[in-house]
């Protein structure tokens, strides 16, 4: 098993960034494919990002391609996502998530979730 805290989340204005961290503790890091995902108020929880455990993988939801980054610091068990551009849409609890095999966009395909860090995006 491993354990994921999410920080970083906060208010930003429109066309803001903000940088959210998913700190990992327990079985080995390096071995997950990590995930981030976010829900809204009243919306399904949506895939966000993915990376591989090497991190040459990725893949983006179309709503953050090109706006979003996710990396990964394996000697540091940890997770970013890196947010620019941020529009009021993006406000949201995200989530990281972590699973064992590829990268995935399907939540129900990763057993470990954080806790959740707010983001609020102010137009």
């Known amino acids: 098993q491993v354990q994921l805290v999410e920080s970083g989340g906060g208010l930003v204005q429109a066309g803001g960034s903000l940088r959210l961290s998913c700190a990992a503790s327990g079985r080995a890091f390096s071995s997950y494919t990590m995930g981030w995902f976010r829900q809204a108020p009243g919306k399904e929880r949506e895939f966000v990002a993915t990376i591989s455990w090497s991190g040459t993988r990725t893949n983006y939801s179309d709503s953050v391609k090109g706006r979003f980054a996710i990396s990964r610091d394996n000697a540091k068990s940890t997770v970013f996502l890196q947010m620019n551009s941020l529009r009021p849409e993006d406000t949201a609890v995200y989530y990281c998530?972590?699973?064992?095999?590829?990268?995935?966009?399907?939540?129900?395909?990763?057993?470990?979730w954080g806790q959740g860090t707010q983001v609020t995006v102010s137009s």
């Open positions: 998530a972590a699973r064992y095999g590829d990268v995935s966009v399907v939540g129900g395909t990763y057993r470990n």
